[in-house]
């Protein structure tokens, strides 16, 4: 069934392959690798500065850094305060479509929404106030967020509960957040 979704998105993409070799055509945008274990399909965009280095047990792995800009999100997810495990904020970065563009995906959803930092207190520190994530924490505001452009490495993408899952590793900020505090949940999560 994936396999099937798959086919249909690059089909409906106008991406094109060499008859037989499952290799891009040469004027194809993106180049696909595939775990063939786990039964997954990554799409790299060619014109982006991420390379495909290994697939790990957490994902596929890439090497390279890369400069995207949109948004963070810093908050909570809902009124958890009763669920020990999501009781802290959570931390994610929304790529605009030109950062979309060249990161590596999975063609059943399409291009990358959310991206989690595996270091997120060190972005934390770099990127946003002390005293306005306190808030957060402390649950005085309910969420944060703030436009800016940041360099990242260590990239990985993955499937979880049939859902892509980004993640990498914060590097500096570029161009700094424009803040802004609020009382709104950042959304909900699960299965």
């Not at 499952?22 to 004027?27: E, K, L, Q, Y």
């Not at 390279?64 to 949109?70: D, S």
């Not at 309910?142 to 899952?165: F, H, N, Q, R, W």
């Amino acid at each position: 069934m994936i396999l099937l979704r798959l086919l249909a998105v690059i089909l409906t993409s106008g991406l094109l392959f060499s008859a037989g070799t499952g290799a891009p055509h040469a004027d194809a945008k993106i180049r696909l690798v595939k775990n063939l274990e786990k039964g997954l399909v990554f799409a790299v965009p060619k014109a982006g500065p991420l390379r495909f280095a290994k697939f790990e047990a957490d994902g596929a792995h890439f090497r390279g850094r890369v400069r995207i800009a949109g948004y963070f999100v810093y908050g909570h997810r809902g009124d958890s305060t009763q669920v020990p495990d999501q009781s802290q904020p959570s931390l994610y970065f929304v790529p605009n479509k030109k950062s979309q563009s060249v990161l590596p995906y999975w063609p059943t959803r399409g291009p990358v929404q959310e991206i989690y930092f595996t270091n997120s207190v060190e972005f934390l520190k770099a990127a946003v106030l002390t005293a306005a994530s306190s808030q957060v924490v402390q649950r005085k505001s309910k969420s944060m967020t703030g436009e800016m452009t940041i360099l990242i490495d260590s990239y990985v993408a993955d499937v979880e509960c049939d859902s892509p899952y980004y993640s990498a590793r914060f590097v500096r900020v570029i161009l700094p957040a424009t803040l802004q505090v609020g009382n709104d949940y950042t959304g909900s999560m699960g299965c």
